[in-house]
């Protein structure tokens, strides 16, 4: 049977005039309550989209961000090896004042390669520097004394103390191989601000590639077009010349017959996302023969550049870096969305071509500092001076840091994924400031103590993306840059 009174309950409390002036007080306040959070940006993000659309046939075409970005683009330099914070950019006074006494604890401390010595100071001194009197080493002095242009996060930790997941780590959020990294993950979400270079630019060091290699810059799961470009000043793109028997005319012709052709068998395959997206990428192919020399061709800079970077010095591997640099900055004012610039390599063994700083770190890293400093120097100023750095992050970094003693038996030492430095400067962050710390040694991060997962958010919210709304579907679930961790370094932001 019917009920007797066809109202729900709550129908039945809205007849009651006290009930339905209640609730209509209860809405008008929760409405302005909303208004109010909206206000102050404490409401959560609304929902959206999780995946960029991207037009089949133009893979690379710019995207709109989830919010207005600080950024453009970015360029990360990447010192292959784990360069030692604590003789770099971590002051520790008490490291000094504990010169060659044992670490409280370390008795049954064994790390990487084996058990630690003594608490072992810098080498170098520090001093303060620019107008904040941040203290800084004397191993990078060019760099150092643009201290007041960089934001210090000095409690980065790692989950991995090996040299190639850690690289890994720090270039995809994930130790093992497999994927993307996050030029990659950048390049699928917004697309590239030019359209005859590559979204991704990889640039290997002189003396070869870091240790996990192409993994560094590899596209993982996401589709091959957003994959790092990698060449660099003396190995430019492989296979762009044209055969010396081709005329010009030739090319062109041959070029619009392929057209021709690709276009009648895409017309007759509608729909087709793999083929749409290899047509972009030959043509992309082909527009690179043109712009690629040109952006290569360095003689266009003055001399007066060239001497700031120290492209022309006596110490070949500096110069070849410096090259490097002066690339990075030509591809960067081009568009190119993220350049990752490696300092170090692999080819030549441990601490020999990197800051692997075992067995001897004064003799090693007196060799491999100023291959760094000078040119990465000169391209932060370049940078500046160009007004570039107003909408480019640069972002310094390396796997993790080092013990804060030496190893027993050996002057250097040994890995460190528990606490280490890395800085940001350029679009959106704060100038002159310091994020984070570790302990009185230099041990382990102790106060805001940040992860990769975090440096990955703070570097996607900064060109203008949600890193829990970027994502991308493979083996049956959501796959994201910081997996299922990550936020946003607020105290970071300008």
């Known amino acids: 049977m019917p009920p007797d009174n066809p109202l729900s309950p709550a ?8 009930n339905f002036l209640s609730h209509a007080a209860g809405g008008l306040s929760g409405i302005a309550l909303a208004g109010l959070l909206a206000q102050e940006g404490l409401l959560a993000a609304e929902a959206g989209p999780i995946r960029p659309a991207i037009a089949p046939e133009a893979p690379l075409r710019a995207r709109a961000a989830h919010f207005p970005a600080r950024a453009k683009r970015v360029l990360m330099i990447f010192c292959s090896g784990a360069c030692s914070h604590l003789d770099t950019w971590d002051y520790k006074p008490e490291l000094i004042k504990r010169h060659n006494t044992p670490m409280p604890g370390s008795d049954k401390l064994v790390t990487f390669q084996g058990k630690s010595g003594n608490l072992i100071k ?3 001194k520090f001093k303060p520097r620019g107008q904040s009197g941040k203290m800084v080493s004397d191993l990078l002095p060019n760099l150092a004394e643009l201290s007041d242009e960089m934001c210090f996060i000095h ?6 103390n090996t040299h190639g997941p850690g690289e890994n780590f720090m270039s995809t959020g994930f130790t093992v191989e497999g994927y993307p990294s996050a030029g990659a993950w950048i390049s699928y979400a917004l697309g590239s601000e030019c359209d005859n270079l590559p979204a991704f630019v990889a640039i290997p060091d002189p003396r070869g590639q870091p240790q996990a290699g192409p993994s560094n810059w590899s596209s ?5 077009v957003f994959q790092g470009t990698s060449f660099n000043a003396q190995e430019p793109i492989a296979n762009l010349a044209t055969p010396r028997e081709l005329s010009a005319a030739a090319e062109r012709s041959t070029h619009d017959f392929l057209k021709l052709l690709n276009d009648k068998h895409l017309a007759r395959n509608p729909g087709d996302s793999e083929l749409s997206a290899r047509i972009a990428s030959y043509e992309l192919a082909a527009r690179l023969q043109l712009s690629a020399p040109e952006v290569g061709d360095l003689s266009r800079e003055t001399t007066a550049m060239h001497a700031s970077y120290g492209t022309n010095d006596s110490n070949t591997i500096k110069a070849g870096f410096a090259r490097n640099c002066l690339l990075a900055r030509r ?22 071509g990197n800051w692997d700083g ?5 003799t090693q890293y007196e060799v491999h500092a100023p291959i760094l400093d000078q040119p990465a120097a000169a391209l932060l100023k370049d940078l500046k001076a160009r007004g570039l750095l107003d909408d480019t992050l640069v972002v310094w970094t390396t796997e993790f840091g080092r013990m804060p003693t030496f190893q027993a038996g050996a002057n250097g030492r040994d890995h460190n994924p528990k606490g280490f430095t890395v800085w940001l400067a350029g679009a959106g962050v704060k100038r002159a400031h310091s994020y984070g710390q570790t302990d009185e040694f230099g041990y382990q991060a102790v106060e805001n103590p940040s992860s990769v997962y975090e440096l990955h958010a703070t570097i996607l919210h900064l060109l203008g993306l949600d890193h829990q709304r970027l994502s991308y579907f493979h083996n049956g679930t959501e796959q994201r840059l910081t997996f ?3 936020r946003v370094i607020q105290d970071v932001l300008a």
């Open 484 to 486: 299922v961790h990550g």
């Open 331 to 352: 591809l960067l004012e081009r568009g190119v969305r993220f350049v990752q610039l490696f300092n170090g390599a692999y080819a030549m063994g441990e601490g020999v």
């Open 358 to 362: 075992h067995k001897t770190l004064k």
């Open 220 to 224: 993982g799961f996401l589709p091959a």
């Open 155 to 160: 409690s980065m930790t790692s989950k991995i």
């Open 11 to 18: 129908g039945l409390r809205l007849l009651d005039r006290r």
């Open 122 to 124: 810098s080498p170098w």
